[in-house]
């Protein structure tokens, strides 16, 4: 069967039009007889578009879930279901291919960041850190840890209060504290 044999509009009173009624009137049933009848259709478009028979069966499952949530918008005198969920069916396709373009991209630059040398720290840059550490060492105790453990460890506030013991509001506190200390430091003159 071809694409266009399916897309030719349906008989009344014919199975497939049966499928899209009750599929357009919400019957759960209409999607599993829908699938059954056009998810071949489907996924062999998205194969020969994809090449890639796992990324073709997740295109078929977001056909027909898109197809069960979007059942409003089908209307008969527009066409059959068949071409309708071919429609859909090339919007979904698109999406996996943008996505694959999309994860290519990220790969490439992640490889690229990979291989490329850290830049020379610039001499603001180390001043800066000498005059964060300074001020963070003219912290309260309570505060310079929680801060410390937060930037330098990379930890979330309620990981900080099971490290330490502390409440998690207490936690919040000391950061809230020591972040503004340290902005009323650092801050230029005039700047607050």
């Known amino acids: ?20 009624e009750r599929l357009a009137r919400g019957e ?10 056009w ?29 069960w949530h979007g059942r409003a918008g089908y209307r008969r005198e527009r066409g059959p279901l068949s071409a309708w969920l071919v ?7 698109a999406d996996a291919l943008t996505a694959r373009t999309r994860r290519a991209d990220l790969a490439a630059r992640a490889e690229r960041e990979r291989h490329t040398p850290p830049a020379e720290p610039r001499p603001e840059d180390v001043l800066d850190r000498v005059c964060v550490g300074d001020e963070m060492a ?25 490290r330490t013991g502390l409440p998690l509001g207490t936690v919040k506190s000391h950061a809230r504290r020591g972040l ?13």
């Open 180 to 192: 503004h200390r340290l902005r009323r430091r650092l801050a230029p003159p005039g700047a607050c």
């Open 39 to 67: 998810s071949a259709l489907v996924h062999g478009l998205a194969l020969r578009a994809l090449g890639d028979p796992a990324e073709a069966e997740d295109v078929t499952q977001q056909v027909f879930f898109a197809a």
């Open 138 to 162: 003219r912290l309260p105790e309570a505060q310079r840890v929680v801060l410390r453990m937060a930037f330098y460890d990379d930890l979330s506030q309620a990981q900080i209060a099971r």
């Open 28 to 37: 759960e049933e209409a999607v599993a007889a829908a699938y059954a009848r």
């Open 1 to 20: 069967m071809t694409e266009k044999t399916l897309a030719a509009p349906a008989r009344p009173g014919t199975p497939d039009e049966d499928i899209a």
């Open 87 to 93: 429609g859909i069916t090339r919007r979904k396709i």
